[in-house]
């Protein structure tokens, strides 16, 4: 019975990485070995701050809203309890476009916050 190699497979295998490393600086472009360890690496950071860069939007929303509430003396704690205590269904991203594009409509819900 003949050996079997797997060779279509195998190279469409390494190829794959090889693709993946393209761009990659000195043997981490050239060398399989290098190559599988620096994809896979690199794969595993991009699934890990996928997570991380929803995380580190909301922070800088959050942030850009308190600057916003501290221009109109109010801080962020009072502000968002003052929008639920008024039923006022407005997500952060939102409310961070407002304070960032549009004071005066900004400034509009914080008087509503207040009262």
Sequence with gaps: ???????????????????????????RSKTYRMARQTVERAMAFAFA?????????????????????????????????GLHKANIEINRKTLAHLAWHDSDAFAKLVEIAKG
């Excluded at 996928?50 to 600057?67: D, H, M, P, Y």
Aim: overall charge positive.
């Design 49 to 81: 701050h996928r997570k991380q860069k929803k995380r580190e939007f909301r922070s800088l929303w959050i942030t850009r809203i308190n600057a916003a509430c501290r221009i109109n003396d109010m801080s962020y704690s009072r502000f968002i309890d």
């Design 1 to 27: 019975m003949p050996r079997v190699t797997n060779n279509v497979a195998a190279h469409r295998r390494r190829k794959k990485y090889m693709l993946a490393a393209r761009g990659y600086f000195g043997r």
